[in-house]
């Protein structure tokens, strides 16, 4: 069982569309980390948050952390084909450091 | 160049013969981590090290062991590969901040193990 469950596990939209991922828990996590993998290579950290109800702007990519620490979303507004990728969430855990990883969203964005 | 290495990048082995994945970092990170990637399950946490000769599990522990003996590597021994093995294994480090927090994580190329 995931300790973060991630939804949707797939998403394929058209250029232009927005998008929202989600990543939810029963854990509080002292922070969340969102990650973008491709193909063959290693995940690549996006953004880090940390206070419950931060909201984090990264372009056209917003982050945000739930007033408890347990949930976070990742919304893509304008999707683009270079926005297609395995998207991971990650929280550290409160009382060790432990980081456990949802099973991601893989989103497609169609030109 | 600040980097994350993992050497072999791919390797195919039979049950039961030992081996180790070597993972070296450049960055004078205080944190090492080894992940397995399986398809559905995203990455899962192997075990992790805050600093020399600091280990604790993640996850996923059994059947690895690792050891910290100088901070910019961060073997993943198997001693006894079997089957259930099979995976993409990752390196990862950070620094840690003064919250308490671990930083951006710089994850290596990934080392793809088949055990027969």
């Known amino acids: 069982t995931q300790l973060l469950e991630q939804s949707p596990q797939f998403l394929s939209i058209q250029e232009g569309e927005n998008l929202t991922v989600y990543c939810n828990s029963s854990?509080?996590?002292?922070?969340l980390q969102w990650y973008r993998q491709e193909p063959g290579e290693g995940p690549v950290l996006l953004v880090t948050v940390v206070t419950g109800g931060e909201v984090k702007k990264l372009k056209r990519l917003t982050f945000q952390f739930g007033d408890a620490r347990k949930d976070s979303s990742l919304h893509i507004t304008a999707a683009q084909p270079g926005d297609t990728g395995l998207y991971l969430c990650a929280g550290l855990g409160s009382n060790d450091y432990k980081l456990s990883f949802g099973a991601g969203t893989t989103v497609t964005v169609r030109a | 160049e600040a980097q994350v290495t993992q050497n072999p990048r791919y390797l195919i082995t039979v049950t039961g013969k030992k081996l180790t994945v070597t993972c070296s970092q450049n960055m004078n990170h205080e944190y090492m981590s080894w992940y397995r990637q399986d398809p559905g399950l995203g990455l899962r946490q192997i075990y992790y090290s805050m600093n020399v000769e600091v280990t604790d599990k993640g996850d996923v522990p059994e059947g690895y062991k690792v050891s910290r003996k100088e901070k910019r590597n961060f073997p993943l021994i198997l001693e006894s590969p079997s089957p259930n093995q099979t995976s993409l294994y990752f390196c990862?480090?950070?620094?840690?901040?003064?919250?308490?927090?671990?930083?951006?994580?710089?994850f290596g190329p990934g080392t793809r193990l088949t055990v027969l």
């Open positions: 854990s509080v996590f002292s922070s």
């Open positions: 990862a480090s950070s620094t840690l901040t003064v919250a308490g927090n671990t930083d951006t994580q710089y």
